[in-house]
């Protein structure tokens, strides 16, 4: 299969920068962020997180916040790629999502009543059993075909639009719903601030004086589908298209990457080749870029060695916080709406270069030139993922 | 496309090894406790988990499995590492990805991390015991520990979960983006989740709580292989083959994971010889992968299992699993 024949012909996201695209690129246009000590979950920790407020009734689903946001960023990414009720009749349509929220049982208050009572209600245990990500997206679109859920950690959603393009390469499905989503909570958020890598102040990735990462929600889904077959139904398409994916183990530690981006750099490699495109030619990167100190020295010079000091590169959390298992769908979204867009996002939070880094990520919004743009994802555990996304000629 | 199952792991309650599994499955004796099918990791290779010191039992019980399943296949020698006995270090130069399939991941773990948030509160929490409740813990002290560094991957599925991870692998395979494919499955028991299923199960007679970890070292060409995998699919609209020969086989998951068993026999061709391999390992959501370890060994060294004698099966095995909502999970083998 040509690498031009994996399209993008849907994209929905939601996020602390905004609910929806349009919303989204305002956000990210204007440089607005506010994070805030988190009012969705209880806790006595006060360090910023990055919520999504005001997100609407109809995807406040109870006890599973993290299917609302993916329901929702679903629901702008079918509409974009022209999917109504039962026009996928017939169709092998996969969802791949990535997820580490509602991957776990982690309600504390029903262990807290297990704890106490030995007896707690079953209901948070029938709604975890019955909210598997992917599953209630097929369900609810009706689609048939290959459904899984990555639970990568911090690289899910990226992996899981790798995935998505193994599954339409190997003929498993004709389009795919893939990305990610991971709402706020409170497991999370005592864990990493334990870890000792969260600020307490707004992030600043990549900057010199950074103090480590916010934790945010969110959700980012790209509609994938074969050229042929989006043109058998009438797709319209933008021309963007899923170029390559690379992913790579450390094989160094659980929870820090290896100092010389080992598995970064065969990620991207990967992910480059299989685009069949050469590091001059990504216009632009959307760097993970967590602001921790680990994090961002190793994805930073790495990034630096392999795309020399003039890349355009930015990490996108400054406006979103850590997403988690929604990450990678959230900055992929971004990453597309960049090249569609010929405008790069800048760096929120950066203020001062880090001379052990040496990367000077963008500090404006900046067009750029190319036909391919890159994001990246490392992951606990040593996980490292590179997609290329592609600009093509499109026939909107 | 066919893969072959050059290697195998497995860590059950029939012991910490694959020889052990393979006996208890010559012999078609389980080894069931008061408790369920529980692994004992003290009879371990104590060596073997020395890196894993800080690891829960799930990684403990996968480290184990997919270094067993990678020595199998005779690949943990390579770049001049011992092929017995415990590594020195990562063997690098393996070219392998990896992907683990688990349906509820480090629950036991995560259930010690919220005991630590009840107790100390949210800024007196472990941050080891937080590392570790993260689903893909164990696929990383995999690939740390044998020196992997293709993709690695922990997916979920509850009830799927092994079927979507080999579909994945068989695609990795066909588009060549490893040479081989590490695929494991992995899941553990514990308090939480035998009170749970205690009452979300009542009733099912064939529930009996399992853990354990299978691994797979799948490559697309035969090395000695167990045998070939020539199908895997889910969805509602599949069904296991139609066939009176004796010399094929179905394997149901009948392993106690629905309430309504009924729904096994309804899909089992008139003549078709069926049979359950739940009483080896108990009754896990990836228990599909056990079963598929246990057709392996069937088909390599017709091995009689649950049969009173084996008829010789040459035809084929197929192996299925089905959920409470009407979706089923097929895999098919065949001999090597």
């Known amino acids: 299969m040509a690498n031009e024949n994996i399209l993008i012909t849907g994209m929905g996201v939601v996020s602390a920068a905004g609910k929806g695209v349009e919303e989204t690129l305002s956000s990210l246009a204007s440089g607005r962020r506010d994070p805030a000590p988190p009012t969705l979950i209880d806790s006595p920790l006060k360090n910023p997180a990055f919520e999504v407020l005001g997100l609407d009734e109809k995807y406040c689903i109870h006890g599973q916040r993290t299917l609302g946001l993916m329901l929702m960023a679903a629901h702008e990414a079918a509409s974009m790629a022209g999917i109504s009720q039962g026009s996928l009749k017939g169709a092998r349509v996969g969802v791949c999502l990535g997820t580490t929220v509602a991957s776990q049982l982690n309600d504390i208050s029903f262990y807290r009543t297990y704890k106490e009572s030995g007896d707690p209600g079953l209901e948070p245990v029938e709604r975890f059993l019955g909210g598997d990500l992917s599953d209630c997206v097929a369900e609810h679109f009706g689609l048939h075909g290959p459904r899984m859920s990555v639970v990568n950690a911090c690289s899910s959603g990226t992996d899981a639009i790798g995935v998505a393009m193994s599954w339409l390469r190997a003929g498993l499905c004709d389009m795919v719903f893939a990305g990610g989503a991971d709402e706020l909570n409170r497991v999370p958020y005592a864990g990493f601030n334990s870890l000792g890598i969260t600020s307490p102040e707004p992030c600043a990735p990549f900057d010199k004086n950074r103090r480590g990462l916010n934790l945010g929600e969110g959700a980012g889904m790209l509609v994938l589908e074969r050229a042929d077959f989006a043109a058998s139904r009438g797709a319209g398409t933008s021309g963007l298209y899923a170029a390559g994916f690379g992913a790579s183990a450390d094989a160094y530690h659980l929870t820090a990457p290896h100092p010389e981006g080992k598995g970064l750099r065969r990620a991207i490699a990967r992910a480059i080749s299989e685009a069949g495109c050469s590091p001059s030619d990504i216009g632009y990167i959307n760097a993970h870029g967590t602001a921790t100190p680990d994090n961002d020295k190793v994805e930073g010079q790495t990034l630096l060695d392999i ?22 769908g959230i900055e992929a979204v971004f990453s597309a709406l960049a090249l569609r867009e010929g405008l790069a996002p800048m760096n929120a939070g950066f203020r001062e ?13 900046a067009s750029f030139d190319g036909g391919f743009v890159m994001s990246t994802s490392l992951a606990f555990g040593g996980n490292n993922a590179a ?9 909107l | 496309m066919r893969a072959y199952i050059n290697g195998m792991g497995m860590v059950s309650a029939c012991g910490p090894t694959l020889g052990e599994f393979r006996a208890a499955l010559e012999a078609g004796e389980g080894a069931r406790r008061p408790d369920g099918f529980m692994v004992d990791l003290k009879r371990a290779d104590k060596s073997r988990l020395k890196k894993l010191r800080r690891a829960d039992k799930l990684s403990k019980m996968s480290v184990l499995a997919a270094r067993e399943a990678l020595e199998d296949a005779g690949l943990y020698s390579i770049e001049g590492k011992p092929s017995e006995g415990p590594a020195e270090g990562p063997a690098e130069g393996i070219e392998a990805g990896v992907i683990l399939a688990t349906a509820l991941g480090p629950h036991t773990t995560t259930f010690g991390f919220l005991d630590d948030i009840l107790q100390y509160g949210d800024s007196g929490v472990s941050p080891t015991m937080f590392s570790n409740s993260v689903h893909n813990a164990a696929a990383s002290y995999i690939a740390s520990d044998c020196g992997l560094n293709g993709p690695t991957l922990t997916v979920t599925q509850f009830m799927f979960s092994f079927h979507e991870a080999l579909m994945l692998a068989l695609a990795w395979l066909r588009e060549g ?13 514990g308090e939480v989740l035998g009170h749970v299923a205690g009452r979300m199960l009542k009733g099912s007679a064939a529930y009996s709580p399992g853990e354990g970890a299978a691994f797979f070292l799948l490559e697309p060409e035969p090395r000695e292989a167990y045998s070939a995998i020539t199908s895997a699919g889910t969805g509602h609209d599949i069904s296991p083959s139609k066939s009176t020969k004796k010399s094929s086989l179905l394997l149901i998951d009948d392993d106690g994971m629905i309430k309504e068993r009924a729904a096994y026999k309804d899909l089992v061709p008139e003549g078709t010889e069926a049979s359950s391999y739940g009483w080896l390992y108990g009754s896990m959501m990836t228990g599909s ?8 060994l069937i088909l390599k060294e017709q091995l009689k299992g649950s049969m009173k004698e084996n008829p010789g099966i040459d035809e084929g ?3 299925l699993r089905l959920d409470c909502h009407g979706r089923r999970g097929l895999i098919g083998l065949s001999p090597a």
């Open chain 1, 307 to 328: 795309f020399g000091p003039d890349v355009k590169v930015s990490s996108t959390k400054g406006y979103t916080g850590h997403t988690l298992g929604g990450a990678g």
């Open chain 1, 353 to 365: 270069l880090d001379d052990e880094i040496g990367l000077t990520p963008l500090r404006e919004n």
């Open chain 1, 387 to 395: 997609l290329v996304i592609g600009l093509g000629e499109g026939s």
């Open chain 2, 177 to 189: 983006r490893v040479p081989r494919v590490l695929l494991g499955a992995a899941d553990i028991h």
């Open chain 2, 289 to 296: 992968a056990f079963n598929m370890a246990a057709a392996a």
């Open chain 2, 317 to 319: 095995i197929e192996i």
